[in-house]
């Protein structure tokens, strides 16, 4: 017989979206449960590429109620600092992470919530789903990419620039991680990075705070009915950290319009202007990752659930955290996830009593 665990809440991931939430649930004495697919702690950190690092200081990148450490001889931490920073927030509040769970469905089930797993199942007043999106990559319909012979793989699968050394590489995107590979290829290989539209730097005195502060403010705009103050995006498109700018302003970081089509060995421009490579890494972004909630019959249009807040229109025993803005302004950062994680435990608090 499938084992079946009562509790008053369920989170799905256990990544800093899981635990800020964990942190709001330990604080209102609720029942919970933390379920997390990956076999260690850190999230998404674990899987970057080698050289990524934050783009605000260690005190600007904290979860709720313990503020990161700075890292030695780095102003802005790297991806192993923060995965060593979620471990000893997880350990610090004592939060009930049991892993490796691989959450398969979410079913409703009379008053409660059914969370089915390959470890059993959860029955649950209430469901946070805080899965994220870097499980879910995406890569664009463009024609010939079933034809090019060489290497493809995603911003998910890139690691170091060593295994393309003095190779011709195409990389796909001219958001940040984007120009953040290009940037970490760009001294070692033959590079050709393309993008949808020009690239477009933030002035090199942004960072992560004013990100947060930006993607805030719209936010308060949009609730107030005000118009639309394009937050983010209104200030561009690549935060120029310091290998990214050193890249800039060596002339190696120089865009070019995206191709009409991948060939058998590379691209092709409209234009009929080909480039050899050996390999296209595509930085083209990400979806939600909400495949376990497809039983609910909650998806709206492009995929999105639709939210008043972080809670789902249609099942307000659902909250939705850490996807992008449309669950809360700037829920998928380190920064940002504080706030819409304690307004959505709040609003579970007020359901459940």
């Known amino acids: 017989m499938t084992r079946v665990v009562d509790v008053d809440v369920v989170v799905i991931g256990g990544g800093q979206a899981g635990l800020a939430t964990g942190y709001y649930l330990r604080r209102q004495n609720l029942a919970f449960a933390i379920l997390d697919a990956q076999p260690s702690p850190g ?14 200081p260690a005190a600007y990148s904290s979860l709720p109620g313990r503020l990161m450490p700075a890292q030695a001889g780095a102003e802005y931490p790297d991806a192993h600092h923060v995965v060593q920073y979620l471990t000893a927030y997880e350990e610090r509040y004592a939060l009930p992470v049991q892993r490796p769970v691989q959450v398969k469905a979410v079913r409703r089930d009379g008053e409660r919530l059914r969370v089915e797993t390959d470890a059993g199942a959860w029955s649950a007043r209430a469901v946070v789903s805080a899965t994220g999106t870097w499980w879910r990559p995406f890569l664009p319909a463009v024609p010939g990419r079933e034809t090019f012979t ?7 699968q890139y690691r170091n620039p060593a295994q393309f050394s003095g190779r011709r590489v195409i990389v796909v995107g001219g958001g940040n991680s984007g120009a953040q590979i290009a940037a970490d290829l760009a001294p070692h290989t033959d590079l050709t990075w393309v993008t949808q539209r020009p690239a477009r730097f933030l002035a090199d005195d942004i960072d992560g705070r004013a990100l947060f502060d930006a993607a805030t403010a719209r936010r308060r705009e949009l609730d107030s009915g005000n118009p639309d103050t394009g937050g983010v995006a209104s200030l561009g498109d690549i935060v120029a950290v310091t ?14 319009p995206m191709f009409a089509r991948l060939t058998e060995s590379g691209a092709e421009w409209a234009d009929g202007s080909r480039v050899e490579a050996a390999a296209v890494i595509w930085c083209t972004g990400f979806r939600p990752a909400l495949s376990h909630l497809a039983p609910l019959g909650l998806r709206g249009e492009h995929g999105h659930i639709p939210t008043h807040g972080t809670r789902a229109v249609d099942e307000p025993r659902l909250h939705l955290l850490g996807y992008g803005d449309w669950t809360g302004p700037a829920s998928a950062t380190l920064i940002g996830v504080g706030r819409p994680a304690r307004d959505a435990v709040r609003e579970i608090a007020a359901l459940l009593r």
């Open 150 to 156: 060489g290497r493809q793989l995603h911003t998910v």
């Open 243 to 256: 290998p990214v700018r050193a890249a800039r302003d060596a002339g190696l970081l120089k865009a070019q």
């Open 43 to 56: 999230g998404a950190w674990q899987h970057t590429w080698d050289s990524l690092h934050l783009f605000s």
